[in-house]
């Protein structure tokens, strides 16, 4: 998973500032002769969270670090305010779908044959998809299992797994689990779909989970850790609306983001070479700048959100501070996929703001080392602005590759 790595007391915002940090490189994608069932999941990036949502109707929402969404529906069609997603399922027609998009590949691929999954690259955001015909949905990403269950769902069904992550649904089954949490079965956390129902399991069974609320649809789910592992199993009791972030808040967000946006279409446009021009001047690579501003962003919001929720790690990607100590994370990435990673970081950030719900622009975040949440958002949109000027004027620097 990211490693998590303490602040930085050094300045922030001088290409000669920071704190260095080495990329852990990603586990290859290790998929020997396909079998029936779920692939292997050695190839994971355990640890980037995942967002889940409750929607009318029973659906079912899911958004991985990497992008990709996926709805699940029970024989109801999705309602307008679930928004676009790359793949929709319905627990009623089996299936299994991979969803792949390689760096340097601009359009999502969805996959039902094995033999079409590219498997020459490294590929750990790799999302896979099971439907079992009117019985269970199971998606598999970044270390993590997710069922989505129908109501006559049994014991023996859910415990064949080993470990859930997260279970949503109303199965029946799940009042024959004598013990979320045992050594050989293990939920994590459980969503009831039908909040009504919720009980029905009896008290004995209900006390063994801790009760969560939220007056929202969603909540983050990653990859079991150290730290998770003295977390007691959750069942959640949400609502199925969306959390809506206050104006003045929104208003900081939304700055940062076009700032972000605009550098996207700076970066966006540069080739290889270009992304790993060292200059004679001793300066940074255009590469280092857009991983310099993608990761800080990172560190910093991921910091607050693990402070409040520890289902969200602090993630860590920020390069090393001095251009001889620098090492390229992606050597290989087009300035077209690092402006993606950028709006991965974007996404990423207000994803999961919610959790920042209670807490006003004028007063310190949890876990975060600027005065004000509102300070940390203007700052970042001053930072992209930034670094983004000064990878523009290497434009003009002897040896600048023309492609």
């Not at 999302?127 to 993590?144: F, H, L, P, Y």
């Not at 039908?194 to 008290?203: E, H």
């Not at 950028?342 to 005065?371: H, I, N």
């Amino acid at each position: 998973m990211l490693p998590a790595a303490p602040l930085s007391r050094t300045p922030l915002f001088r290409e000669s500032s920071g704190f260095a940090i080495r990329l852990l490189a990603s586990l290859g994608l290790l998929l020997g002769t396909v079998i029936a069932g779920p692939l292997n999941r050695a190839d994971a990036s355990p640890g980037d969270p995942a967002l889940v949502q409750i929607w009318p109707n029973k659906v079912v929402s899911i958004e991985t670090h990497w992008g990709f969404r996926v709805a699940i529906t029970h024989g109801t069609k999705p309602t307008e305010n679930l928004g676009n997603c790359d793949l929709t399922v319905d627990l009623g027609r089996a299936e299994q779908v991979w969803l792949q998009r390689l760096p340097n590949e601009d359009a999502v691929r969805a996959i039902r044959q094995p033999s079409d999954l590219a498997l020459s690259k490294s590929d750990p955001n790799l999302v896979e998809v099971t439907v079992e015909s009117n019985r269970m949905a199971v998606i598999q990403v970044d270390g993590m299992r997710i069922v989505v269950a129908a109501d006559e769902l049994n014991a023996s069904e859910l415990e064949q797994f080993g470990q859930i992550d997260l279970l949503v649904g109303d199965p029946s089954g799940i009042a024959g689990v004598s013990d979320p949490s045992s050594d050989s079965f293990v939920i994590r956390n459980w969503i009831p779909l039908d909040q009504t129902k919720a009980d029905d399991i009896g008290t004995d069974a209900a006390n063994q989970w801790e009760t969560r609320t939220r007056s929202h649809n969603a909540v983050a789910v990653s990859a079991k850790t150290p730290k998770l592992e003295k977390q007691p199993p959750v069942r959640w009791l949400m609502a199925t609306e969306v959390w809506t972030m206050p104006d003045e808040m929104d208003e900081l967000f939304v700055a940062m983001e076009r700032s972000c946006r605009e550098s996207q279409t700076i970066f966006a446009d540069l080739s290889v070479a270009q992304m790993n021009f060292r200059p004679a001047n001793g300066t940074h690579t255009p590469r280092w700048n857009v991983e310099h501003m993608m990761g800080r962003q990172l560190l910093f919001f991921s910091q607050i959100y693990n402070a409040i929720d520890p289902s969200i790690p602090v993630m860590d990607l920020n390069p090393a501070q001095m251009p001889p100590d620098y090492e390229f994370a992606h050597a290989d990435w087009t300035g077209a996929e690092e402006a993606r990673q950028m709006q991965r970081v974007s996404k990423f950030t207000r994803r999961f703001a919610y959790l920042l719900d209670g807490y006003a622009v004028d007063e310190k975040a949890p876990a975060s080392r600027w005065p004000t949440l509102a300070a940390l958002l203007k700052q970042m949109e001053r930072h992209y602005g930034e670094h983004t000027a000064n990878t523009q004027k290497k434009f003009e620097l002897p040896g600048w590759p023309s492609e």
